[in-house]
């Protein structure tokens, strides 16, 4: 396997580190144990600053390293070791601290350094001597900001000359923030020009200019500014900015979408004067308001500011306004940690240009068998993209929701409706200054499809006491009209549950989707991710007493779900005792539901392996195996397990993911005719994420299935 990768800029200022962003990405969907690892850090502003790199895919990616492990020296250390004459001794520090980050690691990725000043020949020659000492492979990122096309591949053939030249490895060049309207023709010429030593990897990101700005909370950052009002609102991006030292109806002709307003802080109609532009509906929404000259407004005036509903960030430095405005001028944006729409953003540019497939061919030799939770994620998004499903979200008003929207809109993973009442819907995402162009967006009873769907729901009900006034009483009801949605083909499945009870989520279905053909009941899985694997625990979450024939319904959903996750399955049907070992009530019936398990089985889902009555130490341990029972052929392995009743499955549950860390993704529905999924009222926003993209690959498996019989 190609253990390690060394990730190289022509220039400073080239966008790497989204790339290495992605990269990331890809990799932690293939490998287990990945690390980051920079071998000199620019930190000069003070000796307790950490590497904004570092922080961002530590953070991101949950990386079980200390900071400390993750760079050998800053760029201030290792200038005075060259000027000392112990660079050898500089290169052989490096390569130590890389080698024990390695020892933890099955693959390290290697950021280089772009030192602000520096001649170009320093930063080619230190990175050059670091990835060879290193013995990585390199890919280099090339600037295609404000290039000719002839400039940038001159540029590209000159660094791979010279990389070839000092016996580099280059396995590719991604050429990051090129122009949008030249980039197919840029990689045209890069693979037609045949550059570099055998086949390379080519790529071409477009300039994204929300990447290239920076926001509201790194401008406060940078300029060192105190956070007067809005600090939720911090990740909006500043497009420019705008001095106001005219007077308003000359101001207000100057707006423009992003912009960040800049102005004395004794300005107090200006202040008041943008706050309202804010909230009317036809002028452009600003990034921020800078107060200067260290004046902040009077009592008075903050009273009136803080009655607005649009809470902007507000923020005040003590430099005149010409100086705060140069300041900003100067300002490079980054991606930092804490800015998860931006990270959102880049992933998803990246994703968009990038043949991640092919890319991982070129850059990783082998790939895993285990599977990390970051990985199961990870391709849970790229599994549900392939196909675009249709899902609705009927709790609108939730700000999790809209948040969760946002990221899985801009990752394009699926195509959204959106319930609830429109006003306040967008009142929202003004306030949380979110982008949810490409969502619908329905509010019930106004909707053109609302009669309709009031009557299909009558016709359906009507012989169980249903009236056509109670019929337009349910339709309005979020769950209902977005079952519905569903029934009549409008949509292809649905998540709901933040706000809603499990009951209120699920009740609709089982009144009109009902069940799929062969299954009698509607049941759940939890995919549960530990460290090194996925295993499926069903049922947690709905039944709380299954007869023998039920445990064995849920056995084969749970089976041909954990299947559809990925999970190879090996189905244990748990029991306080193990195989012929113990009696009683309850063994007796895990023991019936195993035996009618697997006639099922012949039938419906065929060589599938299934154990039963089992302890849950002798499915998953394989030492507790060889003991209890030696020649099973799932003991020790099991992936699917099946617990006899919901007190047993949910407390179990529930202390595995609290007392080994796993991450519960779930509850999954299984037996229904179209996916309808359940949210956990203290759902997060991933949580969201990663339940609407199982549910658009539960809506992929069943058109599939119906065009197969059809």
């Known amino acids: 396997m190609a253990n390690k990768l060394y990730v190289a800029g022509t220039e400073p200022r080239t966008g790497k580190s989204a790339v290495v962003l992605g990269l990331m990405e890809l990799l932690t969907r293939n490998i287990k144990k990945v690390a980051f690892f920079r071998p000199l850090v620019d930190i000069s502003e003070s000796p307790e600053a950490m590497d904004n790199t570092i922080s961002l895919i530590r953070h991101h990616y949950h990386l079980d390293y200390d900071y400390d492990e993750m760079y050998a020296y800053t760029v201030n250390e290792a200038n005075q070791m060259i000027s000392m004459g112990k660079t050898e001794e500089l290169h052989e520090g490096i390569l130590a601290k890389f080698n024990k980050l390695a020892e933890k690691a099955d693959f390290v990725l290697c950021e280089g350094i772009e030192l602000e000043g520096a001649t170009a020949s320093f930063d080619f020659d230190i990175n050059v001597e670091i990835s060879n000492n290193l013995g990585c492979p390199v890919m280099l990122v090339a600037g295609g900001r404000m290039k000719t096309i002839d400039e940038l591949i001159q540029s590209i053939k000159v660094y791979y000359e010279s990389l070839h030249d000092r016996s580099c490895d280059v396995v590719g060049t991604i050429v990051n923030r090129a122009d949008p309207l030249m980039a197919e023709r840029i990689k045209t010429r890069l693979v037609e020009g045949k550059i570099g030593q055998g086949v390379q990897h080519f790529s071409v990101i477009p300039n994204n200019e929300n990447l290239g700005n920076p926001s509201m909370g790194e401008v406060a950052r940078l300029l060192n500014a105190e956070i007067l009002y809005g600090e939720e ?20 002709d100057r707006i423009e979408y992003g912009a960040l307003v800049i102005t004395p802080g004794d300005r107090s109609d200006v202040i008041l004067a943008c706050l309202a532009a804010v909230e009317s509906a036809t002028m452009p929404n600003i990034s921020g308001i800078m107060l200067t000259g260290g004046l902040v407004p009077e009592a008075p005036i903050q009273k009136v500011i803080e009655g607005f509903h649009n809470s902007i960030p507000i923020i005040a430095v003590n430099e005149n306004t010409f100086q705060a405005a140069i300041r900003v001028d100067n300002i490079h944006a980054t991606i930092t940690p804490d800015n998860t ?17 092919a890319l991982s061919d070129k850059i990783i030799k082998t790939k895993t068998t285990i599977v990390t939770p970051k990985m199961f994620e990870s391709r849970l998004l790229q599994r549900a993209k392939s196909n675009k499903q249709h899902i609705v979200l009927p709790e609108g008003e939730d700000d999790r929701i809209l948040k969760a929207a946002e990221i899985l809109l801009r990752r394009d993973v699926v195509e959204l409706t959106i319930l609830g009442r429109r006003d306040m819907i967008n009142e929202r995402i003004k306030n949380l ?150 009696k009683g009530q309850q063994v007796e019936k895990v023991r019936a539901a195993t035996d009618m398990a697997k006639e099922r089985a012949v039938a419906m889902y065929p060589g599938l392996e299934i154990e039963g009555p089992i302890q849950y130490d002798a499915a998953v341990d394989p030492g507790v195996a060889r003991t209890k029972m030696p020649d099973s052929k799932v003991a020790g392995k099991a992936t699917v397990f099946v617990f006899p009743d919901l007190n047993t499955g949910n407390n179990t549950y529930k202390a595995v993911q609290r007392s080994a860390g796993a991450v519960a993704v779930g509850p999954i529905l299984q037996g229904l005719k179209k996916p309808v999924n359940d949210l956990s009222r203290g759902c997060l926003v991933p949580d969201i994420v990663n339940t609407v993209a199982m549910t658009a690959v539960q809506a992929q498996a069943e058109a599939e299935q119906l065009a197969k019989s059809a």
């Open 433 to 582: 200054g979110l982008h949810l162009e490409k969502a619908n967006f329905i509010e019930p009873r106004l909707a053109d499809e609302f009669e309709d769907y009031v009557n299909t729901y009558y016709e359906l009900r009507k012989a169980k006491g249903m009236t056509r006034d109670g019929a337009r009483d349910i339709m309005a009801d979020l769950n209902f009209f977005g079952t519905m949605m569903i029934y009549k083909g409008h949509a292809d499945g649905m998540v709901s549950g933040a706000i809603h009870t499990t009951a209120a989520t699920i009740r609709p279905a089982f009144q009109f989707i009902k069940t799929k053909p062969g299954c009698s009941l509607v049941s759940s899985v939890f995919l549960m991710c530990l460290n090194d694997r996925v295993l499926a625990y069903g049922d947690c979450a709905v039944n709380p007493d299954p007869t023998a024939e039920q445990l064995a319904e849920i056995a084969i959903s749970s089976a041909q779900t954990a299947a559809l996750f990925g999970i190879k399955p090996l189905v244990a049907m748990l029991s306080y005792s193990s195989g012929n070992s113990g």
């Open 233 to 252: 609102n911090l990740t909006r991006h500043v497009r420019g900015f705008t001095i106001a030292a005219m007077q308003l109806r000359n101001l207000l």
């Open 341 to 357: 729409r931006k990270i959102t953003q880049a992933l998803a540019v990246f994703e968009r240009h990038i043949d991640m497939e």
